[in-house]
């Protein structure tokens, strides 16, 4: 999946916004280059299956080539 890194937050986390508008959350051991992630980047992402409880998550997050929107 990709989408738009909305909200980052220098304590560990942080929330994308997927191409069909669903948000999902993000921790730093999700995150391949966590200290470089900045809000607007466009990122690459996997949904962790089963959803958790809380809601959607996502694993996997990479940088896609370009960067910020």
Known sequence: MTGIVR????????????EDHTDFFFHVNDVEDFLTLAQDDRVVFEALVPQPERGPRAVQVGL????AE
């Not at 909200?7 to 997927?18: E, K, L, P, T």
């Not at 896609?64 to 960067?67: I, K, V, Y």
């Open 64 to 67: 896609l080539a370009g960067g």
């Open 7 to 18: 909200r980052v937050f220098r304590s560990g986390y942080g929330f994308i916004r997927a």
